[in-house]
C-alpha cells in the first residue's frame, strides 16, 4: 500500500464526511482503504470527486470503486469470454497464449486447458463452455491467493512437442483491456520446459496438463 494511495484515501473520506455530515475516525479511513485496495491514488481521488455530483448518500467503497471505473464480475466475466473466443478464431490449438488477464488462464486451465477448449465443436464451446467460463471466472475474481503457477501461459500443442526437447517458445500474449484484479499474482508471459506440462491445479484439484 503506498503512501500516495494512503494520503488520498485520508483525504478522500475526509472529504467526504466533511460533505456528507459524518464523523471521522482512525477505523473508518482503514476500512475505506481495505475496500478500496488495488486502485490507485489518483483513482480514488477521482472516484471521490465524481462521487460529489452524483451521490446524495456517502459512498460505500464499493460505490467508489464503481466510480473509478471498475468493471462489475459479471460484465468483466463477458469481457473476459469475449477475448477467449477472438483468441481462440484467431490462433487455435496449435499456438501457445497467454492473456494478460491471467486469471483467464486459470480458469481455460481448470475447464480442461487451451488445446481442449480449442478442439470444442462451436455448439458446444456456446452452450457448454461459455456459462461454465462465466461462472469460474466471476468466482475466481473474489477468491483470495491465487498460485501464479495456475495462472501460467497455455501451451499449444505445437510448442508442446518443442518444450519436450528443452525448446522454450514465447507465447502469444493476447490483450484483453481490462484492469489488473488486485488478486491477480504477477505471471511471466513465458513457457518453461519442464513446468508448462506439469505442476497440481489447486483451484479445482485436477491435473494440469496445460
Known sequence: MSNEFHKQVLIAVGGLCVVHGKDNSDALVRAYEIGLEGLTGEQVAAAAKRSLSSCKWMPKPVELRELAGEVAAGDRALMAYIAVEKAVTRHGGYKSVSFDDVLINAVIRSL??????????TTEFDSFFRPQFL????????FAGIQADICRPLIGS?????LAFGIEPTPVVIECGLPKLPNAPEVEHKLIAGKAAAGILKLKGTTDEQ
Open 135 to 142: 461462472k469460474a471466472y466471476e468466482s475466481l475474481t473474489k
Open 158 to 162: 505445437h510448442d508442446q512437442h518443442n
Open 112 to 121: 480442461g486447458g487451451w488445446q481442449a477448449i480449442c478442439s470444442k465443436p
